[in-house]
């Protein structure tokens, strides 16, 4: 075998590996774009029903506030846990806009940048709704209770919601996503759902550097 065939053997080696990593890659990125499709769909129907949980949370809560005029204390502090919920459901619902806008096909990039961009806005809406704890322990005050409640009552009152101010804050900051614990992000991502959102990225990130791997080779 000349040097002529030789090279026409190697090029030919050439196309047939370039046609393989083609291959291998479209099974790899039509494989791993079902499975992020699967656990963004799943993620997106269990936000919607919270969505709609706290829609109705929100209406009670402002039907309640309606009718409770007369008691500033209750009006106040659920007026407050109104406004943390209102904030939480109008984010929900851009997240399901974000995530209904999501097309793979067109660009795993661009998916991957909407899917952090949704997990992040979720993280911190859950870190701000542990901020509205403390109010549930003042809800029920009444202007009787405040004028004669007495000192050992208001020192038992004043630990309570010292204690749960202290615990939300302690969370708060716990879980961010700037926190070197980062075990509890991942309890807390896997108990409410989030972590699918953290597969489907890690499933696109896997195209990507298969997708790396390719070209350079």
Known sequence: MNELDLKNAWQSYDRKLDRLLEVNFQQLKDIQSIKAESKINSFKKS???????????????????????????????????????????????????????????ESIIETQRKLTLVYTSYVQVGRVLLLQTPLYCTWWYTEELVQHGGFIF?????????????????????LSLKSKSGN??????????????????????????????????
């Open 47 to 105: 936000h919607i029903f919270v969505m709609l949980l706290g829609v109705a949370w929100v209406w009670l809560l402002g039907f309640l506030v309606y009718h409770t005029k007369d008691n500033p204390y209750f009006t106040i502090s659920v007026g407050v846990i109104m406004l943390f919920n209102v904030f939480a459901v109008v984010l929900y619902f851009r997240h399901i806009i974000i995530l209904s806008s999501i097309n793979i096909a």
């Open 154 to 174: 208001w020192t038992i009152q004043a630990v309570i919601v010292t204690s749960f101010t202290a615990i939300a804050i302690y969370l708060f900051r716990k």
């Open 184 to 217: 509890w992000v991942k309890r807390t991502d896997k108990f409410f759902g989030a972590e699918k959102l953290q597969k489907a990225i890690a499933f696109l990130d896997e195209i990507e550097e298969f997708k790396k791997e390719k070209d350079s080779a």
